[in-house]
């Protein structure tokens, strides 16, 4: 009998044993899950922050068809946001075209500062008769889209 009463003692004890390594690896998956999901949060709610900071609003736009068949779009914006801003890409529609932004006294910039007006010159091979979707895109990869009507 007492044989018997030891064996179901040990088992007792392998099973507790059992049950608490699998709860401490359940424990620390979970936890690394939750660091991680935490931190991925964090990234996401920084990077949203830092975007909202880069605010350009267009102020008005002109379009001019020109002789050689070419269309000349300016755009006049105002960076009303936090920070400068620096435009890397610019795509009328779905086509990528090249632009210039000056300030008002007509001086060539590279950024646009915060509070100040400007504009933004683009040049595309072709006459445009229907309405165009102007995408810029910022050096913190903010997308900022306008609808150009004609």
């Given amino acids: 009998m007492r044989r018997k009463g030891l064996s179901e003692l040990i088992a007792v004890v392998i099973l507790i044993a059992i049950v608490i390594i699998s709860s401490s690896i359940y424990i620390s998956q979970f936890t690394t899950l939750y660091k991680s999901e935490v931190k991925t949060f964090l990234d996401v709610s920084k990077e949203v922050k830092r975007r909202q900071m880069e605010m350009l609003s267009l102020l008005f736009y002109q379009v001019e068809t020109r ?13 009303y946001g936090f920070k400068e801003i620096s435009i890397i890409n610019i795509y009328i529609d779905t086509e990528q075209v090249n632009f210039n932004i000056f300030n ?6 590279t950024s646009m500062e915060v509070g100040d007006i400007y504009r933004i010159e683009i040049v595309i091979n072709k006459v445009i008769k229907d ?17 150009i009507g004609l």
């Fill in 67 to 79: 002789q050689d068949n070419t269309t000349a779009i300016n755009l006049y914006v105002y960076n």
């Fill in 104 to 109: 008002l006294d007509g001086k060539l910039c």
């Fill in 131 to 147: 309405d165009l979707k102007v995408i810029i895109i910022t050096k913190s990869n903010r997308v900022i889209s306008y609808t």
